[in-house]
């Protein structure tokens, strides 16, 4: 990457200070270009769900990796529901989604808490795990809560063979005027769901799978605790990379840490951070880091800046980072700080191999909570920091009252906000959609094929605050 005026500013740039210059293409068509990574993640899109609790769980690490990404599960979840969640994910279809069940007894209010948990929003009927109707919400409209779902299904089932290729199966679904459809094997049984969206995402995503050809997932671990016990079960438990994550990765335990989980796990590729200096970079990658993880501050849910001053805008941090990690042989992820498609574009343009997503998938159907509603009906999900006094909450639950009230004092993030699903946009592939077809548009504005070949060609100018404003659409005319 290199500037538009051939100089480096002198002062640091956030992702809305800059923009991308268009250059001499040779690059036809957005399918062209490849987005995969050599990080060592696996991951065929450069999209990673991060380690916080309303974001990062088992829908988010199954839907995610089959469409090319990976998910960290947080540190404060217990080991053995860690280990359950590995187990589940690693048994997922890595084409089909996974369908939500239930026999015929069972009740209409036992079907309406479980539609929220998919985006797909259906729920299969299922007699000996054969399918014999689908549940909607709209069938569910009106009728008394403890009725059988039986009563209340669409009992005309169209269903679709195990392996019948994407195009044909989407013809299928589009010719019978259906969104979705059970996926059954040669003796009638329920493989998966499929949608028409799914169906398309399938020819355009290549799942991130490991060499067993089972989906990928990654975990985090803090820096305090027997990290060598833990690092350790998680191997066992077959989690893909480890993540050795704390605000300040820039600290002597950090590099301690980071020395014994490389021992313990030799084998498997170990992300660490958060630091936002080119010798933070040097220093974890000395110390066994493959990946560094860049941003203090950048979080829609972090107050670290405002509460210490500490931090550095993101795209200059990034752009450091990535160049020192490059330098030795190392990736680094851009975590925190995107807003918008442009700005996952910029990271990658600035030298990240990855970029790590927040709180803006903690707004979709497969993130971790409870879907809420506020006084007007609209869905919300609630979302936190993992430095505020709530996420500080659950990881000392194990230790005294007095030691969590006096942890708790020193919280850097906010404990409760309302994130809104996006009525277009509901689910986390729709954000993908929009994502991957945005990054993808700019490696071919940059006449790249490839992310390396992105890193290299992009030119990037510095914008006033009303260069950032005229590039956005305006919601009324």
Known sequence: MRFLDGEVPRH??????????????????RLAVDLSTSDGSGATIPIIASNMTAVAGRRMAETLARRGGITVIPQDIPLDVVAEVVDWVKRRHTVYDTPLTLTGDRTVGDALALLPKRAHGAVIVVDDDRPIGVVTETDCAGVDRFAQVRHV?????????????????FDRLHGAHRKLAPVVDAEGRLVGILTRPGALRTTLYSPNIDAKGRLRIAAAI?????VSAKAANLVDAGVDLLVVDTAHGHQERMLEVLRTVRRVAPDTPIAAGNVVTAQGVAD??????DIVKVGVGPGAMCTTRMMTGVGRPQFSAVLECAAEARRLGRHTWADGGVRHPRDVALALAAGASNVMIGSWFAGTYESPGDLRRDADG??????????SARAVRLRTATDSAYEQARKAIFEEGISTSRMYLDPARPGVE????????????????????TLEEFRERSVVGVQS?????EGAPLSDW
């Open 222 to 226: 803090g820096i305090n605790g027997d």
């Open 153 to 169: 299904a669409s009992t005309e089932l169209l269903t679709i063979p195990d392996g019948l290729e994407p195009s044909a199966a």
């Open 378 to 387: 609209k869905p919300y999900k609630e979302n936190f920091g993992m430095a």
């Open 12 to 29: 640091d740039l956030t992702y809305a200070d800059v923009f991308m210059v268009p250059a001499r293409s040779a690059v036809t068509s």
């Open 284 to 289: 974890l990658v000395d110390a066994g880091a």
């Open 465 to 469: 605050a009303a260069g950032f404003t």
């Open 430 to 449: 729709d954000l993908l959609d929009s994502i991957i077809a945005g990054v993808r548009s700019a490696c071919t504005y940059a006449g790249a094929s």
